[in-house]
């Protein structure tokens, strides 16, 4: 089963970083339902199939530290049985997924304080903590005119504006990804989600990077939202995700090459700030 998951991973290109992260954590309760002969093959099989998982999305760090946690969290400790590390594995997996879920609702929640009633907002991309950002401030009355990129190749834009036109407190313009630098004259506010945060680098959707020059040119503030779990300090190395020519053009490309890459890198020097569930973060 924990093959099978880590297959439906590497194929979960259009999911957020915090679905797979959930995702790979539920997978190793698999592993407390066996019978092991003793504790060391026990945590040798919990490491060896979550490093499985790991190496099923790499660009997510997010899965990384979550992953990391349970098994530090398990075979740093002694155990006098198999029941034993087991159990702890579980309360392990419980307490990930929590702060996952409720960091995601957390960080919405300090977003939303940002975001001025009548500010004209631009988004890239899609990103459910955006979404849960704007749909707070909202409830708590605001209204909001939104810019929304298409995020192509794979159109997760698209998917944005449909959920946004559903709210009257929001007047929604689709945009293409080359028009934000015309747009970003009007705007009070970039808003974006995170894929992880490495040292000072965002990595995030594909033209994350050229609206962020964009949007710093234009003096327009850009903020990234996200869970802290996506925040990086050691043992994570990016890994960008380049994806079929066929997302990109569907005809044979003949004489040249096609790149799509999943992924970019961003300076933290380009954003004004970063919000978590540990709060909001000044860099301006």
Do not use: W
């Not at 779990?229 to 490309?253: C, I, T, W």
């Amino acid at each position: 089963m924990i093959d099978d998951t880590a297959a439906e991973i590497a194929d979960m290109q259009t999911h957020s970083a915090s679905v797979v992260a959930v995702k790979a954590a539920d997978a190793l309760r698999e592993l407390t339902e066996r019978e092991f002969p003793a504790v060391s093959k026990y945590l040798q099989t919990l490491e060896r199939n979550s490093n499985a998982l790991r190496r099923a999305n790499p660009s997510h760090a997010s899965l990384h530290n979550t992953q990391r946690e349970i098994v530090e969290t398990v075979t740093e400790a002694d155990h006098e049985s198999v029941a034993d590390a087991q159990e702890l594995t579980l309360e392990a997996i419980d307490r990930v997924i929590d702060r996952v879920e409720s960091g995601k609702r957390r960080a919405a929640e300090n977003a939303a304080s940002l975001l001025a009633d009548e500010d004209v907002l631009l988004t890239h991309d899609y990103s459910t903590t955006v979404l849960s950002a704007i749909t707070r401030a909202i409830e708590d009355g605001a209204e909001f005119t939104v810019y929304v990129t298409e995020a192509r190749p794979r159109y997760l834009g698209r998917k944005m504006a449909r959920r946004l036109a559903e709210f009257e407190a929001v007047e929604t313009h689709l945009i293409v990804d080359g028009a934000c630098g015309l747009y970003l004259e009007d705007c009070d506010r970039v808003v974006v989600g995170i894929d992880c945060i490495v040292g000072d680098t965002l990595y995030n959707r594909v033209g994350t990077y050229p609206l962020a020059a964009a949007a710093a040119d234009k003096d327009v503030p850009m903020t990234p939202i996200g869970s802290a779990v996506k925040l990086v300090g050691r043992g994570f190395a990016f890994e960008n995700d380049y994806r079929a020519a066929s997302e990109v053009m569907l005809e044979p490309a003949e004489g040249f090459e096609v790149d799509n890459p999943a992924y970019d890198a961003t300076p933290t020097r380009l954003l004004d700030s970063i919000v978590t569930d540990d709060g909001v973060v000044d860099l301006s």
